[in-house]
């Protein structure tokens, strides 16, 4: 049976790295005037815009002709930016879809969808809700999606975070490179938080800031460890330590700044599913510390 003297190296380690993790997390959140999104790019039925790092695509339905001819008219936005995101469900051409936002990351880095204010623009009734699919490198890891419900009425706003709540919660979604939020009526986005784990641009004139990145994760059998940034100033080794702060493995970086970790201690033994944290140090400045899932 461990001490409490032998407690006491785990326990400081764990709260070293949360330190380190809350010192580099970068929290955007939406919307305001001073966010100014630029236009990527114009389909048949979406449009897609990129503000503070982030691109949002978002279906519109620019088919409908309202049923005064043969032309389409298309709908009228009813939520404009920077008020909020809009989307409509497409009603009209070959294929009818669900109102729909996707969110990711421009330079396709993970981060977590935090919370978020959906406001209805069509009565729900009894029993919607909102869709919620996390994807990481393309994959949905998750047999259905998050649910969050909306029932109501035009008008009516509904607010969800990582608070547990039977109606949705937004706990879960962390460490991926995609969120589709999906509604089978007209909705808009009127409040974002992103959160995104890695340590932030840095200042003109300042160093560039390093960022840690780890591919898969959730990791089930192997991970990338990948560094991004000023490599110059991270120390030469990553180091994977459990939830209880006992290290666990020791990789060396190659030049590039990477590592490939096999999931096991070592000693070779593979790790339990859990919660394991990777640390990298830095000359001169906080270390970078990334959250990998591993599942079994």
């Known amino acids: 049976m461990m001490t409490k003297r032998g407690w006491m190296p785990a326990l ?6 949360l330190a380190s993790e809350a010192a580099v997390a970068a929290v955007t959140v939406f919307f305001n005037p001073a966010q100014v999104a630029a236009p990527v790019e114009t389909g048949i039925t979406s449009d897609t815009i990129s503000c503070e790092g982030y691109l949002f695509t978002y279906t519109r339905d620019k088919l409908f002709t309202g049923g005064i001819g043969p032309d389409p008219i298309g ?9 909020g995101i809009e ?3 497409v009603t009209a051409g070959p294929l009818p879809a669900k109102a729909s ?9 993970v981060f977590d969808l935090t919370s978020f204010t959906a406001k209805l623009l069509a009565n729900a009734g009894a029993g919607r809700a909102i869709e919620i699919v996390p994807k990481l490198n393309g ?5 259905d999606p998050f649910m969050f419900d909306v029932t109501g009425n035009y008008g009516m706003s509904f607010s969800y975070d990582t608070s547990p709540n039977p109606w ?14 999906n509604l089978t009526l007209d909705y808009a986005l009127t409040a974002l938080t992103l959160t995104d784990a890695s340590a932030p641009a840095a200042v ?7 960022t840690l990145l780890l591919a898969p994760n959730p ?6 460890i990948s560094l991004v940034g000023d490599k110059s100033r991270a120390a030469d080794r990553a180091e994977v330590f459990a939830a209880n702060g006992a290290r666990v493995r020791s990789l060396a970086l190659e030049g590039a700044g990477r590592a490939a970790w096999d999931l096991c201690d070592d000693n070779g033994r593979a790790v339990a599913a859990g919660v394991y944290f990777v640390r990298v140090g830095a000359v001169g400045g906080p270390a970078s510390v990334e959250r990998l899932v591993v599942v079994r």
């Open 139 to 143: 994959e949905d890891p998750f047999p």
């Open 204 to 210: 003109e004139g300042g160093p560039r800031a390093t």
């Open 168 to 181: 949705g919660s937004t706990a879960a979604l962390t460490g991926y490179d995609t969120y589709i939020v």
């Open 12 to 17: 400081a380690v764990v709260s070293l790295l």
């Open 219 to 224: 990791a089930g059998s192997r991970v990338q």
């Open 75 to 83: 709908r009228g936005v009813r939520v404009p930016w920077p008020a």
């Open 87 to 89: 989307a409509q469900y």
């Open 101 to 109: 936002i996707t969110i990711s990351r421009v330079d396709g880095a």
